[in-house]
């Protein structure tokens, strides 16, 4: 017999569609994947070389288990470079991938019962995590006439006295929206008044970004006791394989994190840590022009999907996901298949178009889908053209 801890937790829908679309083009079908959040860059020469460099230098040990000393104080520098924060190296944990810091953070905070607030759309597996803790996931709804951004006013209502943690994404995944320093300080104003709520900022697509200044709500200075800044290498840097994200946190919960981490998996890959210093003590002019192409490509897919008739769409500001609303075709029967919600529409159009995306339900929107445009340009005209011709 199973667990119940594992049969109460859902498969990650971004990768159950991914290994759909995977069995479907080992069948012979030529699927265009636009389902997996992932750069199609080559990761830079100059993390490259350092890796390199690492391997040369034989680096093959066990790592310390928060992470090599001189990469800490490089993230440290980083959080003061990019982001006006003050940590010092007891206060970042290095872990395998972002995702692993979420949920070392989420399992040394929560109790059974505690409530985890998720401003939706939140990513697939925050809701996961928090399950996986004992927590209770409470969702605080937006949509796409707010730009998939929550008021204050939303976020005191949820608030219970059972609020242990709120987890917020800006840029967002799947939204590309991005919370302005204004609108933070609002939402900063509101939990100022319950000490007891911890923070999760999950800030992983902070240099992919059109133009709105990226804004960390620890920098807020009453906020700063309380705040988990999570950030990694994986998506600015096209660096998903290499697995690694850190937290800077009070010193206390990054303690908590290590001796989590320390049981779990220990420390994160040794070449990758010398990798990722080389990575986050670069300027951002060194990934411009991933940024510059991601900024090509939303032009481009804003314009195609914009001639669909019933595709509602918003401008994200970052990330490199659009994220319509596609609740005009709910109750139509498209080719002999009744679309009922957006789980049928992603279904459809990986059967019918042969393209892959995710349902917007996995990330608390049931009305919408995430197409992920991190793909060549030919890629994306194919596919939209596809998803086009299939629904006219």
């Known amino acids: 017999m199973l667990s119940n801890r594992i049969n109460s937790l859902p498969a990650s829908a971004t990768l159950a569609m991914a290994a759909k679309a995977r069995e479907l083009k080992n069948q012979g079908i030529d699927i265009i994947g636009l389902s997996l959040g992932e750069p199609d860059f080559n990761t830079p020469e100059f993390i490259k070389d350092a890796a390199i460099q690492a391997v040369k230098d034989n680096y093959n040990s066990y790592s310390p288990v928060d992470g090599y000393a001189d990469?800490?104080?490089?993230?440290?520098?980083?959080?003061?470079?990019?982001?006006?924060?003050?940590?010092?190296?007891?206060?970042i944990v290095v872990s395998t991938g972002a995702k692993q810091s979420i949920a070392n953070v989420c399992m040394v905070l929560l109790n059974p019962g505690d409530e985890v607030l998720l401003p939706a759309p939140y990513w697939v597996s925050y809701s996961a995590i928090a399950t996986l803790a004992e927590a209770k996931s409470i969702i605080i709804p937006s949509s796409i006439e707010t730009d998939f951004k929550i008021t204050p006013d939303q976020l005191e209502a949820a608030i219970t006295p059972k609020t242990k943690l709120v987890m917020f994404n800006s840029p967002n995944n799947p939204s590309g929206t991005i919370y302005t320093e204004e609108e933070y300080r609002a939402l900063g104003a509101v939990l100022q008044k319950y000490p007891d709520i911890y923070i999760l900022s999950d800030e992983i697509y902070e240099h992919i970004n059109y133009g709105t200044p990226h804004f960390s709500i620890a920098a807020i200075p009453e906020l700063y006791d309380r705040t988990i800044t999570v950030n990694g290498v994986a998506k600015a840097f096209a660096m998903t394989g290499w697995r690694i994200g850190y937290i800077g946190a009070p010193e206390w919960i990054a303690k908590a994190c290590n001796k989590m981490q320390g049981q779990m998996t220990s420390g994160a890959n040794c070449i990758a840590q010398r990798a990722t210093i080389a990575a986050v003590s670069a300027t951002t002019d060194k990934i411009?022009?991933?940024?510059?192409?991601?900024?090509?490509?939303?032009?481009?897919?804003?314009?195609?999907?914009?001639?669909?008739?019933?595709?509602?769409?918003?401008?994200?500001?970052?990330?490199?996901?659009?994220?319509?609303?596609?609740?005009?075709?709910?109750?139509?029967?498209i080719k002999g298949k009744t679309i009922e919600n957006a789980n049928d529409f992603a279904l459809f159009l990986l059967e019918e178009a042969h393209v892959a995306i995710v349902t917007g339900d996995a990330f608390g929107n049931p009305d919408c889908i995430r197409i992920s445009y991190a793909a060549s340009e030919e890629e994306i005209k194919t596919a939209i053209q596809r998803i086009k011709n299939v629904l006219s």
């Open 288 to 333: 411009q022009y991933m940024v510059d192409e991601f900024n090509n490509r939303r032009g481009l897919i804003l314009n195609l999907l914009s001639e669909i008739p019933g595709f509602q769409l918003n401008e994200p500001q970052g990330a490199f996901y659009v994220f319509p609303d596609v609740s005009s075709y709910f109750g139509k029967t």
């Open 71 to 91: 990469l800490k104080v490089a993230i440290c520098e980083k959080f003061k470079r990019d982001n006006g924060l003050e940590y010092q190296p007891s206060q």
